[in-house]
């Protein structure tokens, strides 16, 4: 079994890209967003537009929801990072830890246009702003596999043996899609049970990003997986024979969101460039760049969008299954821990 780090992406996730919107020093910004498409589409349809709007530079910090929840943590004393964007689940992790700063809807108003499941709050407060909802199915090449697959256990299927890949505990949806396993295949709680199936499993690889998916994929490395809409259209529309589909026990889903990092010296630009995230036009972008259900009330798609969306063409929001995240982070050591000595050895 094949176990392959992504050395560019991981480089990449400490690197910075700079942007240029300001000759004052002062006014240039540090956002933290993930790589590859999703940051290229958060960039285009919500910082570029604000920046330019604002008269501010920035720098793009790039790298996944743990790699900067992890940078966060290092720089509690002197952030860098002004503003954060992570996945559910991460996101609770940072508010637990207070490097995020909670959100004054008299100052971000456009928290009001959030649909109820994007609303992202404990105690009372917002700690958070969902930018769009995306769902973990079965990804597959349509050229390399002969019938669809109907359900997660057919990723077991003898057929598939070395081309198969899932995520691991460092991506956001390494832990829920364990869980979420161990769910549908023991009705409760039985780790042991669930990590003997898995090491059974005759992966090729573990992601921890879904830019290395999507090259496993592209490479050939990968003919079937457990991965995101997001990821699987992205490829269909690159001309690649990929699909995506939901297994008849369902799909769970997870949301991208914006923070603004406690301690922040922008904070008041801060606050703005989170509201800038917030418009029905910063969400349809997000829906066709990346396939994101909107997270803001009232938003239209094209027909081709809507057929992507990660509840399907007929579903909707509600068709998700919504994550406990406290539940499923009070076990995240646990699991991580299991993974480390039962997987990934």
């Known amino acids: 079994m094949r176990y392959r780090l992504s050395v560019l992406l991981l480089a990449a996730s400490c690197a910075s890209m700079i942007v240029v919107g300001t000759s004052r020093a002062e006014e240039t910004m540090t956002i933290a967003v993930p790589g590859a498409n999703w940051g290229e589409a958060f960039d285009e349809c919500v910082i570029k537009p604000f920046a ?14 743990t790699t900067s929840f992890a940078k ?46 994007a609303v992202a709050e404990k105690d009372g407060k917002h700690f958070a702003a969902s930018v769009g909802f995306y769902s973990l199915g079965i990804v597959y090449n349509t050229e390399l596999v002969d019938e669809p697959p109907q359900s997660w256990n057919d990723l077991w299927d003898e057929r598939y043996a070395n081309e198969i890949i899932i995520p691991a505990p460092a991506n956001a949806a390494g832990i829920p899609f364990i869980l979420f396993l161990d769910r549908i295949w023991n009705g409760k709680s039985d780790l042991d049970a669930t990590f003997a199936r898995l090491k059974d499993l005759k992966a090729s690889m573990y992601f921890d990003t879904s830019g290395t998916a999507s090259n496993a ?15 699987a259209w992205d490829l269909a529309d690159k001309g690649l024979p990929i699909a995506f589909l939901a297994p008849r026990e369902g799909f769970w889903a997870n949301d991208g969101r914006i923070h ?30 990346l396939y994101l259900g909107p997270a803001v009330k009232d938003v239209e798609v094209s027909e081709e969008t809507a057929a992507k969306m990660p509840w399907g063409a007929t579903g909707s929001i509600d068709s998700l299954v ?24």
């Not at 994929?217 to 990821?231: C, D, L, P, R, T």
């Not at 904070?267 to 066709?288: F, H, I, M, Q, W």
């Not at 406290?326 to 990934?344: C, F, G, P, S, V």
């Open 52 to 65: 330019e709007e604002n008269g501010v530079a920035y720098r793009l910090e790039l790298g996944n929801s």
């Open 72 to 117: 966060l943590q290092q720089q509690r004393a002197a952030p860098v990072i002004d503003v954060a964007w992570m996945d559910g689940g991460i996101s609770e992790m940072a508010y637990e830890e207070g490097v995020v700063e909670t959100l004054d809807p008299a100052r971000v108003p456009n928290l009001a246009n959030l649909l109820p499941q």
């Open 217 to 231: 994929f592209q490479s050939g490395e990968a003919v079937i997986g457990a991965n995101f809409n997001v990821s």
């Open 260 to 289: 603004l990092v406690k301690g922040s010296k922008h904070r008041e630009l801060g606050e703005k460039l989170v509201n800038a995230a917030l418009t029905p036009e910063a969400s349809a972008c997000l829906a066709d760049k």
């Open 322 to 345: 919504q994550i406990d995240w406290d539940e499923i982070n009070a076990q995240r050591a646990t699991i991580t821990d299991l993974w480390n000595r039962e997987i990934a050895r």
